[in-house]
Nanobody, 124 residues
Framework: QVQLVESGGGLVQAGGSLGLSCAASGPTVSSYAMGWFRQAPGKEREFVAGISWNGVSAYDAVSVKGRFTISRDNAKNTVYLQMNSLKPEDTAVYYC?????????????????WGQGTQVTVSS
């Protein structure tokens, strides 16, 4: 069982930056693909970015392309999401997720483990 704990959320003005972290624990977590998802009020949870177990393959949603960057440090069992040029529409609860498949996917059902989420609020 993989445990995930997100941190780094908060309030930021539009155009600003914020970095999220996801600390993972578990015997084989370094072999898992990791993803970030978000859920805005009244909306369904959506994919933001994903990264392969070895960090070689990563991709992100069109809505955040060029602004958000996902990365990981397997020595620290931590995944990061650097968010730049934030917009009010980025306001959401951000969730970290882990998939034993090893390769990133935007399909939520492929992720067996989820964190509790961290709130990101972008003011205009």
């Amino acid at each position: 069982q993989v445990q995930l704990v997100e941190s780094g959320g908060g309030l930021v003005q539009a155009g600003g930056s914020l970095g999220l972290s996801c600390a993972a624990s578990g015997p084989t977590v370094s072999s898992y693909a990791m993803g970030w998802f978000r859920q805005a009020p009244g909306k369904e949870r959506e994919f933001v970015a994903g990264i392969s177990w070895n960090g070689v393959s990563a991709y992100d949603a069109v809505s955040v392309k060029g602004r958000f960057t996902i990365s990981r440090d397997n020595a620290k069992n931590t995944v990061y999401l650097q968010m730049n040029s934030l917009k009010p529409e980025d306001t959401a609860v951000y969730y970290c997720a882990a998939s034993s498949g090893g390769w990133p996917t935007s399909t939520q059902g492929s992720y067996e483990n989820w964190g509790q989420g961290t709130q990101v609020t972008v003011s205009s």
